[in-house]
């Protein structure tokens, strides 16, 4: 009996003593590297946006990225894809200076993943904390869930294919985020009048999801920066 209680004791303090002295660092650092390696992608991907007060349908389009922070989209008419967020790059997120705690162990979609507290420490960072959610085996994010200084907090859950493509790209993302009225752009005011759109207005903030569905990925085909420069003759 006294043998089988050391024994636990002894497994209690190991994983309490692993636990608090686990790295974060070197698993954070060779993400970094693998997601730096996707200088550029493009994609067609349908797009889904549920916000309490305003209906929009879903839309295809086709998005094109260029890291650290391009992103533009062609459609016909209009698809919101906020700015925050939608464009946050984890890669170039961990190349700044930056501290890390490793939580614990968490099943996300049937997969172990490592959940890790991340603080920049950078006073330009936009992001004050993220909690991210990774598979250390094949090196993915499975879920990001950050409080930013200026826009509130931002959800991003992945989805990935089972047959792994290219740079082991997504095949879906969900991203949940603050947004309220006046944040919308004038150009575009939706359907305003529809039974969701009375709903009282009490100046809050109201928790929007955007859906993005992936295919037909291109990466690093070295699209130009002025690809990314908006045509002011076309307004």
Request: no cysteine; glycine share 4%; charged share 30%.
């Amino acid at each position: 009996m006294k043998k089988l209680i050391l024994v636990a004791i002894f497994t209690i303090t190991y994983n309490t003593i692993f636990a608090q002295g686990y790295d974060s660092k070197p698993l954070l650092d060779s993400l970094e590297n693998k997601m730096n390696k996707v200088n550029d992608y493009s994609a067609d991907v349908t797009i889904k946006l549920n916000v309490s007060f305003i209906k929009i349908p879903i839309k295809k389009a086709t998005i094109f990225y260029k890291k650290p922070d391009k992103i533009k989209m062609k459609t016909t008419g209009f698809a919101m894809l906020p700015k925050k967020g939608a464009n946050f790059n984890a890669g170039d997120f961990l190349k700044k200076d930056f501290t890390s705690i490793f939580i614990k162990t968490e099943m996300i979609k049937g997969v172990k993943t490592e959940m890790i507290k991340v603080v920049p420490l950078t006073a330009d960072n936009e992001i004050l904390l993220a909690t991210m959610w990774i598979d250390r085996k094949h090196q993915l994010i499975y879920k990001i869930d950050a409080t930013t200084k200026a826009n509130g907090n931002f959800l991003m859950e992945f989805s990935y294919p089972k047959i792994a493509n290219q740079n082991d790209m997504p095949s879906a993302l969900q991203f949940t985020f603050d947004v309220n009225k006046t944040a919308l752009p004038v150009a575009i005011s939706g359907d305003f009048d529809s039974d969701k759109a009375k709903e009282k207005d009490d100046g809050k903030p109201k928790k929007a999801m955007l859906t993005l569905n992936y295919s037909n990925y291109k990466i690093n085909t070295g699209i130009p920066d002025s690809f990314f420069v908006e045509d002011k003759r076309k307004k």
